[in-house]
């Protein structure tokens, strides 16, 4: 079965980049849709984007442009760079599967890693 | 965007109880929710997509329904392991997203 594992620093000063990798083990990156989602202390989860094995993204606009997706087929991975960080993009990021039901366009995500806490502090 | 609103926040119960989660969007979303189980320290758990399609090997504990705004996640006969957080998600239109969570307490 699909596992996922992120990975990246647990500390980021402000105003520099966040980056994270995903390693997906027991399948192929290909032709699927990957998300990455964060929860920061005490709030609810926040959808960040999903980028396509193809290299097809989709962001959310909240974050005014500071996500970067980027895929690695070759190691079955896929990457998160989140530029200009703040202390509110202190959270626990998950990287996931986007899944789209066959001919439809339900969707839902699943599986998850177990989430890795990026804090940003100097 | 669209807005997911759960209540409650936080709810009490005991094992074996019957409890139900609230999940209402802001707009239409047709059955395009999705549930999903939080626990600290562990992947999070796809619960229900389609807002009452029960995911593979999902306890049949686990029901949810609705459909246009207002949605339920229903769990009957608590069982320890069911004590978590409890988050809904429109997957109508993107960004995708998710309601505050509902914490589900011994």
């Known amino acids: 079965q699909v596992q996922l594992q992120e990975s990246g620093p647990g500390l980021v000063k402000p105003s520099e980049t966040l980056s994270l990798t995903c390693t997906v083990s027991g399948g192929s990156i290909s032709p699927n849709y990957w998300s990455w989602i964060r929860r920061p202390p005490g709030k609810g989860l926040e959808w960040i984007g999903y980028?396509?094995?193809?290299?097809?993204?989709n962001y959310n606009p909240s974050l005014k442009s500071r996500a970067t997706m980027s895929v690695d087929t070759s190691k079955n991975q896929f990457s998160l760079r989140l530029t200009s960080v703040t202390a509110a993009d202190t959270a626990v990021y998950y990287c996931a599967r986007l899944n789209y039901g066959s001919g439809t366009y339900y969707n839902w995500i699943d599986p998850w890693g177990q989430g890795t806490l990026v804090t940003v502090s100097s | 965007d669209i807005q997911m609103t759960q209540s409650p926040s936080s709810l009490s119960a005991s094992v074996g109880d019957r409890v139900t989660i609230t999940c209402r969007a802001s707009q239409s979303i047709s059955n395009y929710l999705n549930w999903y189980q939080l626990r600290p320290g562990k992947a999070p758990k796809l619960l229900i997509y389609a807002a009452s399609s029960l995911h593979n090997e999902v306890p049949s504990r686990f029901s949810g329904s609705g459909s246009g705004t207002d949605f339920t996640l229903t769990i009957n006969s608590l069982q320890a392991e069911d004590f978590a957080t409890y988050c809904c998600q429109q997957s109508h239109t993107a960004p995708f997203t998710f309601g505050q969570g509902t914490t589900l307490e011994i």
């Open positions: 980028i396509r094995y193809s290299g097809t993204t």
